[in-house]
């Protein structure tokens, strides 16, 4: 990838990673009043919309479980979970390894125009751009489940 879409991926993935990290695992599947996910959801949503954004939208191929989409894809909840679900930390080193990945892109495919449009964006650099902002997004919405949810830990 170019050096300027590495960097912004790099401090973004970075810094999705340490957040997730941070949040004690016992309260990672806490759904708060008034979300539909839980963090456990948000982080698999992540490392699965970058897989298929990044590889399956240009090269129609994927790196992780099929099972991820119908778990992790957009429109699903962690109440229709059942069967076998990765962990967090699982998800964070895919997450980890995903990254190596997304740095072994050519920058020369980030102008590659896509078989068809995905909102409007035509190449791969162009989703690469909407990848960082909905992985900053996501970035937002655990730490504020957590903030809620520690908040109401502490009230009880």
């Given at each position: 990838?170019?050096?300027?879409?590495?960097?912004?991926?790099?401090?973004?993935?970075?810094?999705?990673?340490?957040?997730?990290?941070?949040?004690?695992?016992?309260?990672?599947?806490?759904?708060?009043?008034?979300?539909?996910?839980?963090?456990?959801?948000?982080?698999?949503?992540?490392?699965?919309?970058?897989?298929?954004?990044?590889?399956?939208?240009?090269?129609?191929?994927?790196?992780?479980?099929?099972?991820?989409?119908?778990?992790?894809?957009?429109?699903?909840?962690?109440?229709?979970?059942?069967?076998?679900?990765?962990?967090?930390?699982?998800?964070?080193?895919?997450?980890?390894?995903?990254?190596?990945?997304?740095?072994?892109?050519?920058?020369?495919?980030?102008?590659?125009?896509?078989?068809?449009?995905?909102?409007?964006?035509?190449?791969?650099?162009?989703?690469?751009?909407?990848?960082?902002?909905h992985e900053s997004i996501h970035i937002g919405k655990i730490q504020e489940m957590k903030r809620i949810i520690e908040y109401a830990e502490t009230t009880n």
């Amino acid at each position: 990838m170019s050096q300027l879409v590495i960097k912004q991926f790099e401090m973004t993935r970075s810094w999705f990673i340490e957040v997730a990290e941070s949040v004690p695992r016992g309260i990672t599947n806490i759904q708060p009043q008034g979300f539909n996910n839980n963090i456990h959801w948000h982080i698999g949503h992540v490392l699965t919309s970058a897989d298929q954004i990044m590889f399956g939208l240009h090269h129609n191929k994927s790196y992780l479980p099929t099972v991820y989409v119908e778990l992790f894809n957009r429109g699903t909840y962690p109440s229709d979970w059942g069967g076998d679900v990765p962990s967090v930390e699982e998800l964070i080193t895919q997450l980890k390894d995903q990254w190596v990945r997304l740095q072994q892109i050519p920058a020369e495919q980030l102008t590659d125009t896509l078989k068809e449009p995905f909102i409007g964006l035509e190449t791969l650099g162009e989703v690469a751009g909407f990848a960082i902002v909905h992985e900053s997004i996501h970035i937002g919405k655990i730490q504020e489940m957590k903030r809620i949810i520690e908040y109401a830990e502490t009230t009880n």
